[in-house]
């Protein structure tokens, strides 16, 4: 985790929710660069609940959407990898990567 995204989470717990998305969107533009998918759907998904938090649903929800489609690849690559790696992955990433797309967004 990027220094900046630890301080975006901080900032969103905090409410002050124009700085925890500014250094989210950077730390979705870094982990974007890295194509490092297994960090990039977290900042996806932590823009989703700021952007809920300041009111833009259709943002939220865009971020959210784009959150669950690199869930869906991370799923497929780790089918092709051995178990032990698979159990490696986060057990509350796995729940949501075994099971596929929630039905729903929290919005």
Not at 26 to 43: G, H, P
Not at 52 to 67: L, P
Request: hydrophobic share 45%; glycine share 4%; charged share 20%.
């Amino acid at each position: 985790m990027s220094c900046g995204a630890v301080w975006a989470a901080l900032y969103e717990q905090n409410q002050q929710l124009s700085a925890a998305k500014e250094l989210t969107e950077k730390a979705l533009l870094l982990s974007q660069s890295l194509n490092a998918s297994d960090i990039t759907y977290r900042w996806q998904w932590q823009l989703g609940r700021i952007l809920k938090a300041q009111g833009d649903i259709s943002g939220a929800r865009a971020a959210y959407t784009e959150a669950v489609k690199i869930l869906k690849s991370l799923r497929s690559d780790l089918v092709a990898i051995s178990s032990d790696v698979q159990f490696s992955f986060r057990e509350s990433d796995a729940i949501l990567v075994i099971f596929g797309a929630p039905t729903h967004y929290p919005l």
